[in-house]
């Protein structure tokens, strides 16, 4: 790695240390560090993370020395903290909210009805849209918004996501050489068949 991308790489992570880290895509990005990339190499406005708000903004304008901006509503607001209530009466287990929760804040199993971690959740309402039967709320946690706070969550937050999206790559993986191990089965089984065939086309000859 050259100065030039140790350097870029050292300001990325700089800028991804004040993201509050919900993961919540509202920036247009997949998750936070995307985003702390785009900042970093100057293609992407500081004011895109309405979880963060004015607060990270005016944190970001300091660290890179840029004009404090008012943030871009067209990623939403900077709203009160929210946390995803599940009607567990109404849930069919279907595990979809499990894999969109950003942070493994839902705990659950397959056919059985699924609750939110409170204190893990971060209010970014990827797992509403998922929902088939719509059992998922979001309802304002009753504490106000938090810098400070939220601030100290966010690197435990960064590992959850990192842990998250290791899970589901080793299962789809695991799906993958699932499949890949059928089909060569299914060869294997083609191959056999034909050669029983032809073996008995050869004996039939003889007789």
């Known amino acids: 790695m050259n100065a030039d991308n140790a350097g870029w790489r050292q300001l990325a992570d700089a800028v991804d240390g004040l993201l509050p880290q919900t993961q919540c895509g509202q920036c247009g990005f997949d998750s936070c560090r995307p985003y702390a990339e785009a900042i970093a190499e100057g293609s992407a406005a500081i004011n895109q993370c309405p979880p963060g708000g004015d607060e990270t903004i005016a944190e970001l304008a300091i660290l890179l020395g840029r004009p404090a901006l008012p943030l871009n509503t067209a990623h939403g607001t900077a709203t009160a903290p929210a946390v ?38 971060t209010g970014c309402a990827l797992c509403l849209p998922p929902c088939p039967v719509d059992c998922i709320v979001l309802k304002p946690s009753g504490e106000p918004r938090d810098r400070d706070a939220q601030r100290l969550a966010a690197p435990r937050l960064r590992e959850r996501y990192r842990a998250h999206r290791q899970r589901l790559h080793a299962r789809e993986l695991q799906a993958r050489n699932k499949a890949a191990l ?21 004996a039939d000859r003889k007789s």
């Open 84 to 121: 995803a209530r599940i009607d567990e009466s109404a849930c069919i287990g279907c595990t979809l909210c499990i894999d969109a929760c950003p942070v493994d804040a839902i705990v659950g199993a397959r056919r059985l009805m699924h609750t939110v971690i409170s204190v893990e959740c």
């Open 182 to 202: 059928a089909a060569a089965e299914r060869k294997k089984a083609v191959i056999a068949k034909a050669l029983a065939r032809a073996q008995q086309r050869l």
